[in-house]
């Protein structure tokens, strides 16, 4: 005991010594700097696996989501090419969804369910892909395994998608994840097996193996820019052109923001003061002094105005601004704005290709905004339209027997080419879903299919 008290003595005796004190001094200082080195690194770390997490966790839902709708489409196809393309965009993103599935911070033992689901649902529908490649017609067991898989891949569609809003909310933590996540992940696996998800294994095992766009966006460009006539103006005459638009008599002040580019059509681009709460921007292209798009991003407090009459006066606005014959398609309401898809209209056939987006503010009715580029790309205002080789009947005849028919008519689509074609479009629902599906006027083939979203913002296709 004597001894350890000498020790201590002779420890604080040395402290005396400035040389000690300060070599003692200095260790401290370095230990804290490397705990506080180390705890900035775990931070660090800690934020890129959060990070990592979180594009994993976000992958999986948006392919998640795209598989299901996927699915929908395949129970009502009617026709061998257009199955063997959606099947394969089927085995596509189910593969990519199991693969992001794999790189969430949870245990093998609750993803194995979900990854199983997942893995056989890209070999199934592998092997139907090649299938109807091979030129074989899917049977009703097979529309039935495809739609018994849509309930399955809807309600694990359900379940990610509620996790989603907790992650994003904060509710759950990544950490918290592994267990909590881990939970809900098994519990849907579990809704996936046994007596429900049991009798479709076995079958499986017996083979070998979409600021919103609307409809058909992805494609409405052409090269030629019919839609884009008129000879070259000045910057000038292009401001002469952005007051009268937005309303000179609005206009507290306006500057230009030089030329640009939008979706490829060289613009003047300005910028207009019309209250200290509002401020719009708006492009005027060089070539014969078109709107390609005018935008305000004002605040809207209170829905006065239903999106019924919105969508009027969004017809009333582009009629007043000389776009003619302009059918409303699909809307969507983000935040107390409507945002309206309208479609020109020739002969009682819907352009599709010639698209003008409206934005209009449910508060008053204002419109805020029009995105013209897809009706520059493509307007013409008389089309040559090819003759149709089949009957109304005959095109109906076409559709899946399960969906039932509510509407149809002629409408002309672009396609992933930069084509057009003549289409007969029919809308309908099956028990739990609507579709547009688009049968080729003159092959009598079916051309595309569109599932209808309907959400309390508005109406959607996918």
Known sequence: MSKIKDKIYDFKDRLRDRKMLTLVVTLVAIILVLGVIIFKKQLEYRGLAENSYNNAFYQLVEYVNQTEVLLAKSTITNSSKHGAETLTNIWRDSTLAESYLARLPIGTQELEQSQKFLNQLSDYSYTLANK???????????????????????????????????????NIKWGELEKAGGEALIQEASNLSQSSFGSIVEDLHEYAGLIYDGAFSNHMTNPERV??????????????????????????????????????????????????EEIFTIAISVKGGHVVFMNSNRNIINESVSPEDAVKKGEEFLESKEFKNMKPTYYMNNGGVLTVNYAYEQDGVTMY???????????????????????????????????????????????????????????????????????????????????????????????????????PEGTLTE
């Open 353 to 455: 290709p010639d698209l003008v987006k409206v934005k209009i503010a449910l508060d008053n009715g204002e419109i805020l905004g029009i995105e013209s580029t897809g009706y520059l790309n493509c307007h013409r205002e008389k089309r040559e339209l090819q003759e149709t080789k089949i009957s109304l009947e005959d095109a109906r005849s076409k559709v899946n027997k399960n969906l039932n028919v509510s509407s149809s008519g002629l409408a002309v689509i672009p396609t992933e080419w930069g084509t057009e074609v003549l289409c007969y479009e029919f809308k309908g629902n099956t028990k739990d879903n609507d579709f547009i599906v688009y049968i080729n006027a003159e092959a009598g083939e079916e051309e595309d299919i569109l599932m209808i979203i309907n959400t």
């Open 132 to 170: 109807t490649i091979g030129g074989e017609d899917l049977t009703q067991e097979d529309l039935d395994n495809l739609t018994k898989l849509h309930e399955y891949c809807s309600s694990l569609k359900d379940t990610l998608n509620q996790l989603e809003v907790d992650l994003y909310s904060g």
């Open 227 to 276: 839609g884009l006539t008129g000879d070259d103006i000045d910057e000038a005459k292009a401001m002469e052109i952005a007051k009268e638009f937005i309303g000179n008599d609005r206009i507290r002040d306006i500057s230009s923001n030089g030329e640009s580019q939008n979706a490829n059509i060289e613009c003047y681009s300005f910028t207009a003061k019309v209250s200290d």
